[in-house]
């Protein structure tokens, strides 16, 4: 709790920011409750939109309310046309940036913020205008700069192929964007979810950045759940939980379990989700003759999806860009540890002590397929290491709480 000399008035850029949610919605709603239960008073500059489903959460005793106050701004109604369907969201984002950032001017008149923080959108290719209030101003943690590396994209559909590579071009383009470099420069801090998105900070702003992930972890996240008592010459159970998306790397991730099973044929694979690639990857797990030794289930609530995870010796995330990777700190909640690859969040958040992260650089598909089979083969043959690991991931959590975020944050900002 910071003391009466330390307490901040922060106003706090969050687009998104609803509880009850998940993505970018509960990060706005994290920061701006946590940073409140740190002591200090917050001001949250968000859409109006929002206000229905944020004053419900402020009836919840733990929202820290006395602390928390919000400031709504939307766009004329005629400009809504633009973001419907997703179509035009970027150039409506902007226009909010630019029109809510006079709405924060005219507060900070009346009585001066100590610090201005950005949160959401999470985009590390999407400038904010609230720099020039004259204040200390905090970007971040922001991502969007994770790319899939050329050589894993092989075993992508064709959309796939086209997205990612209309993706890389926005992206190559954003470097150049006059009002976000501007923003990078009047940054004091900036928070990146990894170093790939770096790509999108000018060199001579780099000694500002660190590493820090958008989403957290609290103490009441995922109850811990008993696993269920294993049967003698039962295989290594593993599990992949997210949506089923190219770019999640199961193209990778089913040739690997292959790769177990002919070290343990009683190795078992759970996919739990949904999405556009499951055809795909059902024509792979029958054409790798593994289709029997996989269980498909779709979305489920998260009382089942907490027994789910217990119910399994690793998670198997072989995603390509995760920003973030909230169904990694959640399986790790559990004791689940994680074999992943070197991108993005997971590549973040995951280490030795509590699984296993398989390097990608200047590797192609065939030698990543390699590191992830015998990451798994690892795990399989061993239970005292699955049990060291388990133990390391729940261990490992506790660094990503929203208490621990918020307290490194501000105690990086009043350093400087």
């Known amino acids: 709790m910071a003391s009466p000399a330390q307490k901040k008035r922060i106003l706090l850029s969050a687009y998104a920011c609803e509880p009850g949610l998940g993505s970018e919605p509960a990060v706005g709603w994290h920061w701006a409750i946590n940073l409140a239960r740190a002591g200090h008073d917050v001001w949250v500059l968000t859409r109006a939109n929002n206000a229905p489903v944020i004053a419900h959460g402020l009836d919840d005793p733990e929202a820290a309310s006395g602390r928390v106050h919000f400031l709504y701004y939307d766009l004329p109604r005629w400009a809504g046309w633009w973001k419907k369907g997703r179509r035009g969201i970027h150039l409506y984002y902007f226009l909010w940036q630019w029109r809510a950032a006079a709405l924060a001017k005219k507060e900070h008149a009346k009585t001066p913020f100590d610090l201005v923080h950005h949160v959401t959108l999470v985009s590390a290719r999407q400038p904010s205008f609230l720099g020039r209030l004259g204040v200390p101003f905090v970007f971040g943690p922001v991502a969007g700069g994770e790319k899939a590396p050329f050589r894993l994209r092989f075993g992508f559909s064709i959309r796939g192929w086209i997205g990612e590579l209309a993706r890389d071009a926005l992206n190559a383009l954003a ?242």
């Open 175 to 416: 470097r150049y964007d006059p009002f976000l470099r501007r923003t990078y420069r009047r940054a004091s801090k900036i928070y990146l979810t990894s170093k790939e998105n770096c790509r999108f900070v000018p060199r001579s702003e780099w000694p500002k950045t660190s590493i820090v992930l958008a989403i957290g972890t609290g103490p009441s996240d995922a109850p811990a759940v008993a696993p269920p008592v294993k049967a003698a010459g039962e295989g290594l159970r593993v599990l992949y939980v997210g949506h089923f998306l190219d770019l999640k790397g199961m193209h990778l991730g089913l040739p690997a379990f292959a790769g177990l099973c002919q070290l343990d044929p009683n190795a078992r694979l759970t996919l739990i989700g949904d999405g556009p690639s499951e055809g795909r990857w059902r024509r792979l797990a029958s054409h790798l003759g593994i289709a029997d030794r996989i269980a498909w289930h779709s979305w489920m609530p998260q009382e089942e999806l907490l027994a789910a995870y217990a119910a399994h010796d690793v998670l198997l995330f072989p995603s390509l860009r995760d920003s973030g990777g909230m169904v990694v700190l959640e399986a790790m909640q559990q004791g689940l540890p994680v074999v992943c690859l070197d991108r993005g969040g997971p590549g973040v958040i995951a280490n030795d002590a509590c699984g296993r992260v398989v390097a990608t650089d200047g590797l192609d598909r065939k030698a990543v397929i390699g590191g992830l089979s015998r990451a798994l083969r690892s795990l399989a043959g061993d239970m005292v290491l699955r049990m060291r690991l388990s133990r390391g991931a729940k261990d490992r959590v506790a660094a990503f709480s929203w208490k621990e975020k918020v307290a490194r944050i501000l105690a990086e900002v009043e350093s400087q």
